[in-house]
């Protein structure tokens, strides 16, 4: 599956921003989507999945409460809602397809090219 990501931007802290992810290829609905995002000088970490058909999440600590992720199989499409920005939360965000559901970057299999996040104080 071939990953397209958009939706960065710069915003001011505390505001908010929705990612998009569109797949294209196999089937998306076969893939758990993950999002994951990069800050410059640090390892690749995760930050949200949601399984198969859209009905579980799950989330890092550092950003529960704040993103939601959801899928619309019909668009090919997994989103991430980022609401309550804060200045950490600048990094390079990347969208990801793996088989299984895990929270290793090294564990999917395809990968968007990814969106800057600039969250400025």
């Known amino acids: 599956v071939q990953l397209q990501a958009s939706g960065g931007g710069l915003v001011q802290a505390g505001g908010s921003l929705r990612l998009s992810c569109v797949g294209s290829g196999r089937t998306f609905s076969m893939y758990y989507m993950g999002w994951f995002r990069q800050a410059p000088g640090k390892e690749r970490e995760f930050a949200a999945a949601v399984s198969r058909n859209g009905g579980s999440t799950y989330y890092a600590d550092s950003v529960k409460g704040r993103f939601t992720i959801s899928r619309d199989n019909a668009k090919n499409t997994v989103y991430l809602q980022m609401n309550s920005l804060k200045p950490g939360d600048t990094a390079v965000y990347y969208c990801?397809?793996?088989?299984?559901?895990?929270?290793?970057?090294?564990?999917?299999?395809?990968w968007g090219q990814g969106t800057q996040v600039t969250v400025s104080s």
């Open positions: 990801a397809a793996a088989d299984f559901l895990e929270t290793h970057p090294s564990t999917y299999d395809y």
